[in-house]
């Protein structure tokens, strides 16, 4: 095998190497929580209509959060509320919970009774059970799809190399004979 060959091989070990080991796991912080009323607490910030309305909306979320919270067979609670605005799109409410899967019709009633102007079917309650289970975490397919590409390549470059080598070696022999040929 010639160097360049070689080195190449011992640089792809050594980065499959490194891909493959398992770094110190940090613990995983939870994503921030997007809230729109820290962007637009203070009514001197904004002093807009769409301000308001934004406002309007974290207010009338935070109403169904807590409405919510209050019934006992509810774990966890967000809530999402778009008011109309002056493009004609209608109201909106997303309520997403961690309880009980009957629960989503009273979840339902607290977004039509705070947010009255949604239409029924702009309503939308996601209710998940609050089972002990976690879902098992599937493995990353990324690292073992790297190593079999890295292999075919590889396997490739090896090949490329070895008809390379074999097509001079053919080219040297055939010269050889050729002038072996002319000398007698």
Do not use: N, W
């Amino acid at each position: 095998m010639a160097r360049s060959v070689q080195a190449c091989v011992l640089g792809a070990v050594v980065l499959a190497g490194g891909a493959c080991s398992e770094g110190p796991s940090r613990p995983r912080t939870p994503p921030a929580r997007l809230d729109k009323g820290r962007g637009y607490g203070s009514a001197t910030l904004f002093p807009s209509i769409r301000g308001e309305r934004i406002r309007e909306e974290a207010v009338r979320a935070a109403e169904i959060e807590t409405a919510a919270r209050a019934l006992p067979e509810v774990h966890t609670v967000r809530a999402d509320v778009e008011l109309p605005d002056r493009c004609g799109r209608p109201a909106a409410v997303l309520v997403a919970a961690t309880a009980a899967p009957a629960m989503a019709e009273d979840l339902r009633s607290i977004a039509r009774t705070v947010v009255p102007e949604a239409p029924p079917e702009r309503v939308t309650v996601t209710v998940r059970s609050p089972a002990g289970e976690t879902p098992p975490a599937r493995p990353t397919p990324l690292v073992p799809l790297l190593l079999v590409a890295f292999g075919a390549s590889l396997g490739v470059l090896g090949e490329r190399a070895r008809a390379l080598t074999a097509q001079r070696t053919g080219r040297r022999l055939h010269r050889r004979e050729r002038r072996r040929g002319r000398s007698r």
